[in-house]
């Protein structure tokens, strides 16, 4: 089992920055690919950016050269920077590991969860 620890977000304004962390506990050697997920109200879930066991890390084109994925604490939080935000990236933003990499495009590729975080942006 793994479990997945939110923290960070709120409010902030347009071209500011916020940080979000999300801390594994549990079988992490297991973790082969963790992600960062967002929906806005009305919208589907959509990828932000995947980070996986080497390093690699994949960002949607909409947040690319924006925000960055980073593994620390020995590799047991992912955390997501964010900057120059925009209205748009108004939504709850989800961590999420997955046991298996098949490409991490997708919700359902990944078993474990965090409790979501709102971040707002706004004047």
């Known amino acids: 089992q793994v479990q997945l620890v939110q923290s960070g977000g709120g409010l902030v304004q347009p071209g500011g920055s916020l940080r979000l962390s999300c801390a594994a506990s549990g079988s992490i050697f297991r973790i082969n690919l963790m992600g960062w997920f967002r929906q806005a109200p009305g919208k589907e879930r959509e990828l932000v950016a995947t980070?996986?066991?080497?390093?690699?890390?994949n960002y949607a084109e909409s947040v690319k050269d924006r925000f960055t994925i980073s593994r620390e604490n020995g590799e047991n939080t992912v955390s997501l920077q964010m900057n120059r935000l925009k209205p748009e990236d108004t939504a709850v933003y989800s961590c999420a590991a997955a046991l298996y990499d098949s490409g991490g495009y997708l919700p359902t590729e990944y078993g474990y969860w965090g409790r979501g975080t709102q971040v707002t942006v706004s004047s």
């Open positions: 980070i996986r066991r080497g390093g690699t890390a």
